[in-house]
């Protein structure tokens, strides 16, 4: 099993910046690629950032483009979403999810990120 633990959530005014982690810990920890999605209230949950860990190759949602950074640590089995120029349509539980093969099926539990206007 995996275990997926997120942090670095918070509140924060519009124009902020956010750095959210997410350690990865269990002995079956082998990661085709993790990613970020997030889900705001009374919304789907939807893809925000995604990295390849054995490259480092990146892919973003149109709307977190140029804002937002995803990457990882190989060494210590973490990936950061550095989020800059925060607006409130940004307010959203983020989670961190890992994907062994070529689907998420393992998931965080989820960090509050409230952007305020």
């Known amino acids: 099993q995996v275990q997926l633990v997120e942090s670095g959530g918070g509140l924060v005014q519009a124009g902020g910046s956010l750095r959210l982690s997410c350690t990865a810990s269990?002995?079956?920890?082998?990661?085709?690629?993790m990613a970020w999605f997030r889900q705001g209230p009374g919304k789907e949950r939807t893809f925000v950032a995604g990295?390849?860990?054995?490259?480092?190759?990146?892919s973003y949602t149109d709307s977190v483009k140029g804002r937002f950074t995803i990457s990882r640590d190989k060494a210590k089995n973490t990936v950061y979403l550095q989020m800059i120029s925060l607006k409130p349509e940004d307010t959203a539980v983020y989670y961190c999810?890992?994907?062994?093969?070529?689907?998420?099926?393992?998931w965080g539990q989820g960090t509050q990120v409230t952007v305020s206007s």
């Open positions: 999810a890992y994907a062994p093969g070529y689907s998420y099926d393992y």
């Open positions: 269990g002995r079956t920890f082998s990661p085709y690629s």
């Open positions: 990295i390849t860990w054995s490259n480092g190759r990146t």
